[in-house]
C-alpha cells in the first residue's frame, strides 16, 4: 500500500473496486495522477463477479438500436483480447434458428451488422451451419436444422478486475480493499473522505483528501450518493438481477450456444472450467439490498427449462452444481422491462458554484470497461491538471498479459522449460491465471515439494501465499471464487482448511512462532 504525508492530497478518490472503480483508477495513475480506491469488501466482490463472463458486442441489443453501444463494444473486443490474453480467449457461438421466433432474414441482418460494425481483424467471421452434419447439432433437439456460427470473446470477469487494481497499485495508486467510505465533504478545493478500515466489520478510522471524487460503487451508486456524499442526483439506476447456473458438462466440443425464448429474450450455454457448463442469464429488477441478492428457485427453473427446449437431454434443477447472482446498476431510462433497460452507460458530472467534482457512474458493461474510463477521464479532464495525458490504457497490457493472442501455448513451455517437474495441467492453469507472471510465483522453486501443502484440486500453499502477497486475498472465497473458480473443485472441508491456513498467515509472525 503507497503511504503519504497526513497533510498530502490526493489528485483522485475512487469509491468502487468493480471493473469499472479499477479501470478509472489504472487509467488515472497510469496519467501521472496520485489516486486512491476504496472498495468496502474484495474486489469485484458483487456484480462484477457474476457476469456471463463474455466480452462481447450484445447481438440482442440491435434490437433496440443501442448501434452506439454495440459498435464501441465490438471495437474493444479485440483491444481486451491483446490486452490480456491469459484470461480473454476467442468463442464461437452457435444461435439454432428457431421456427416461430426471429425469422432467419433478420438474424443473418443482424448478424452481418455484427461482423462489420467494429474493426473486426482477427476474430472469425459469421457462417452458416447444417445442423444435421456439424458437431453443434448433435446435443440439440431433433428439429433444429439451420443455425449461425459467430465470434465473441469469454473473459475469467473477476480477475480482469484484480489485474486493473495491480496494475494501478504497480502504477503508484494507493489501492485500498476492505476499507469503506463513511462520509465525504466537499471543501473549498478538495474532497475531505472519512473511511473506515475493515470494511463492514470497522476497524481504524481515517481522513483523506482528494480534488476530485469519483462514485464508481455500482449497485451502491445511489447510496454512495444519498448517505455518503449526501446530493440529490436527478439521474436515476435501475437494479436488475442476473443470475446463472453451472451443471456438469452438457456436450464434448468447445463452442457456446446462444438461444431465443419465446418471451423474446435469449440465455446462453457456454462450456465452463472444462468440466461444466454455464448457462444464463435472467433479468428481472431487484429491489432488495445488493448483497443479499441470490438465485431464487423460479430462475433456477427458467434456466432449466429454457435450455431444454434445445438440449436433447433435458436440464433439470438437481444436476445445478452451483449458482450465482448479480444486481446490474443501470441507468434507468424508462424501459418497461428490465430486458429492455439500456446497458449503455451515464457518467453525470457535478461542479456547480467552483465546488471540487464529483463524478458518479451509472450502468456500463464488462466489455465497454476501458472505454468508460477514458471518457471519465476526458469529462474529468477540465478539472485536474494531473489528467492532461493522453489516453494509454489501448494496447497496454495487463500484469502477466505481455504475449501475443495467440502464444499461450508458447508461454506454457516456457513454464515448462523452467521448471520441468510441473505438469502441463498445473502449468496450463496458472498461465490461463496469471499468464506471464507465473514465473513469478515459481520463482527460486526447484521441485514439486517446493509449491507446498496441496489444499485440494491443485491449489498450492505457494499459489495461496502468491495470490495473499499479490493480489490482496484474504480468505477463502477470495481465492476460490474470485482469483480462480476451484471453489468447483474443493470440498466443504478443504475450503475450511484453506480458510484456516490463510487466517494463521494474516496474524502477526511473533504471535505465530509464540505457538
Given at each position: 500500500?503507497?503511504t503519504?504525508?497526513?497533510?498530502?492530497?490526493?489528485?483522485?478518490?475512487?469509491?468502487?473496486?468493480?471493473?469499472?472503480?479499477?479501470?478509472?483508477a489504472?487509467?488515472?495513475?497510469?496519467?501521472?495522477?496520485?489516486?486512491?480506491?476504496f472498495e468496502?469488501?474484495?474486489f469485484?466482490?458483487a456484480?462484477?463477479s457474476?457476469?456471463t463472463?463474455?466480452?462481447?458486442?450484445?447481438l440482442?441489443?440491435?434490437?433496440?438500436?443501442?448501434?452506439r453501444?454495440?459498435?464501441?463494444a465490438?471495437?474493444e473486443r479485440?483491444?481486451l483480447?491483446?490486452?490480456?490474453?491469459?484470461?480473454i480467449?476467442?468463442?464461437?457461438?452457435?444461435?439454432?434458428?428457431?421456427?416461430g421466433?426471429?425469422?432467419?432474414?433478420?438474424?443473418?441482418?443482424g448478424?452481418?451488422?455484427?461482423?462489420h460494425?467494429?474493426?473486426?481483424?482477427?476474430l472469425?467471421?459469421?457462417?452458416?451451419?447444417?445442423?444435421?452434419r456439424?458437431?453443434?447439432g448433435k446435443p440439440?433437439?431433433?428439429?433444429?436444422?439451420?443455425?449461425?456460427?459467430?465470434?465473441?470473446?469469454?473473459?475469467e470477469?473477476?480477475?480482469?478486475?484484480?489485474?486493473?487494481?495491480l496494475d494501478?497499485?504497480?502504477?503508484g495508486?494507493?489501492i485500498?480493499?476492505?476499507?469503506r467510505?463513511?462520509s465525504?465533504?466537499?471543501?473549498?478545493?478538495?474532497?475531505?473522505?472519512e473511511?473506515?478500515e475493515g470494511?463492514?466489520?470497522?476497524?481504524a478510522?481515517?481522513?483523506?483528501?482528494?480534488?476530485?471524487l469519483?462514485?464508481?460503487?455500482?449497485?451502491?451508486v445511489?447510496q454512495?450518493?444519498?448517505q455518503?456524499?449526501?446530493?440529490?442526483?436527478?439521474a436515476?439506476v435501475?437494479?436488475?438481477q442476473g443470475?446463472h447456473?453451472?451443471?456438469?458438462?452438457?456436450?464434448?466440443?468447445?463452442?457456446?450456444?446462444?438461444?431465443?425464448?419465446?418471451?423474446?429474450?435469449i440465455i446462453?450455454?457456454?462450456?465452463y472450467e472444462r468440466d461444466?457448463?454455464?448457462i444464463?442469464?435472467?433479468d428481472?429488477?431487484y429491489k432488495?439490498?445488493p448483497?443479499?441478492?441470490?438465485?431464487?428457485?423460479?430462475?433456477?427453473a427458467?434456466l432449466?427449462?429454457?435450455?431444454?427446449?434445445?438440449?436433447k437431454?433435458?436440464v433439470?434443477p438437481?444436476?445445478?452444481?452451483?449458482?450465482?447472482s448479480?444486481v446490474?446498476?443501470?441507468?434507468d431510462d424508462?424501459?418497461s422491462?428490465?430486458?429492455?433497460?439500456t446497458?449503455?452507460y451515464v457518467?453525470?458530472?457535478?461542479n456547480?458554484?467552483?465546488?471540487?467534482?464529483?463524478?458518479s457512474?451509472f450502468?456500463?458493461?464488462?466489455?465497454t470497461y476501458?472505454?468508460?474510463?477514458?471518457?471519465?477521464?476526458?469529462?474529468?479532464?477540465?478539472?485536474l491538471a494531473?489528467?492532461?495525458?493522453?489516453?494509454?490504457?489501448?494496447?497496454?497490457p495487463?500484469?502477466?498479459?505481455?504475449?501475443a493472442?495467440?502464444?499461450?501455448?508458447?508461454?506454457?513451455?516456457?513454464?515448462?522449460?523452467?521448471?520441468?517437474?510441473?505438469?502441463?495441467a498445473?502449468a496450463?492453469r496458472?498461465?490461463r491465471a496469471?499468464?506471464?507472471r507465473a514465473?513469478?510465483?515459481?520463482d527460486?522453486?526447484?521441485s514439486?515439494?517446493d509449491?507446498?501443502?496441496?489444499?485440494?484440486?491443485?491449489l498450492?500453499e505457494a499459489?495461496?501465499?502468491y495470490l495473499?502477497r499479490?493480489e490482496w486475498a484474504r480468505s477463502a472465497?477470495d481465492?476460490?471464487?474470485r482469483?480462480?473458480?476451484l471453489?468447483l473443485?474443493l470440498s466443504a472441508d478443504?475450503?475450511?482448511?484453506l480458510?484456516a491456513?490463510m487466517?494463521?498467515e494474516?496474524r502477526p509472525?511473533?504471535?505465530?512462532?509464540?505457538?
Open positions: 500500500m503507497t503519504r504525508a497526513l497533510d498530502s492530497i490526493y489528485d483522485l478518490a475512487v469509491i468502487g473496486g468493480g471493473v469499472n472503480g479499477c479501470g478509472i489504472r487509467d488515472a495513475a497510469g496519467r501521472g495522477a496520485s489516486v486512491v480506491l468496502q469488501g474484495d469485484a466482490g456484480t462484477s457474476a457476469s463472463k463474455l466480452i462481447h458486442g450484445g440482442r441489443y440491435l434490437e433496440h438500436y443501442e448501434f453501444l454495440v459498435r464501441e465490438l471495437m479485440e483491444v483480447w491483446a490486452m490480456a490474453p491469459h484470461i480467449r476467442p468463442l464461437r457461438f452457435v444461435l439454432p434458428h428457431h421456427d421466433l426471429r425469422p432467419a432474414w433478420l438474424l443473418r441482418l448478424l452481418f451488422l455484427y461482423d460494425l467494429g474493426g473486426r481483424r482477427l472469425p467471421a459469421t457462417r452458416t451451419l447444417d445442423l444435421t456439424d458437431e453443434a440439440l433437439r431433433a428439429g433444429y436444422t439451420r443455425g449461425f456460427e459467430y465470434s465473441d470473446c469469454w473473459v470477469d473477476s480477475r480482469l478486475v484484480v489485474l486493473n487494481a494501478a497499485a504497480e502504477r495508486a494507493d485500498r480493499p476492505r476499507c467510505v463513511v465525504a465533504e466537499q471543501a473549498a478545493d478538495h474532497w475531505r473522505i473511511v473506515q470494511g463492514e466489520e470497522g476497524g478510522r481515517e481522513t483523506i483528501r482528494a480534488r476530485v469519483v462514485n464508481a460503487a455500482g449497485p451502491w445511489h454512495v450518493l444519498a455518503v456524499v449526501r446530493v440529490n442526483s436527478p436515476n435501475r437494479l436488475v443470475s447456473i453451472v451443471v456438469r458438462k452438457l456436450y464434448d466440443h468447445d463452442r457456446a450456444y446462444i438461444f431465443q425464448n419465446a418471451d423474446g429474450r446462453f450455454a457456454i462450456p461444466f457448463t454455464l444464463g442469464t435472467t428481472r429488477d432488495g439490498a448483497h443479499e441478492v441470490k438465485a431464487s428457485d423460479e430462475e433456477i427458467y432449466c427449462a429454457a435450455a431444454s427446449e434445445y438440449f437431454a433435458p433439470t438437481d444436476q445445478v452444481v452451483w449458482t450465482y448479480g446490474r446498476p443501470l441507468y424508462g424501459a422491462k428490465a430486458q429492455e433497460a446497458r449503455d457518467l453525470e458530472l457535478e456547480g458554484d467552483g465546488k471540487p467534482p464529483l463524478l457512474v450502468g456500463g458493461k464488462i466489455t476501458r472505454r468508460l474510463a477514458e471518457h471519465a477521464i476526458e469529462k474529468l479532464g477540465p478539472h494531473a489528467l492532461a495525458k493522453p489516453s494509454w490504457t489501448r494496447g497496454a495487463l500484469p502477466g498479459g505481455d504475449f493472442v495467440k502464444d499461450q501455448p508458447r508461454v506454457v513451455a516456457q513454464i515448462r522449460r523452467a521448471h520441468p517437474w510441473i505438469d502441463e498445473l496450463g496458472l498461465v496469471y499468464g506471464t514465473l513469478r510465483l515459481l527460486g522453486m526447484r514439486c515439494a509449491l507446498g501443502r496441496v489444499f485440494g484440486a491443485d498450492t499459489e495461496v501465499r495473499m499479490e472465497a481465492v476460490l471464487w482469483r480462480s473458480k471453489g473443485r478443504e475450503a475450511a482448511a480458510d491456513f487466517i494463521d494474516q509472525a511473533a504471535r505465530r512462532a509464540a505457538q
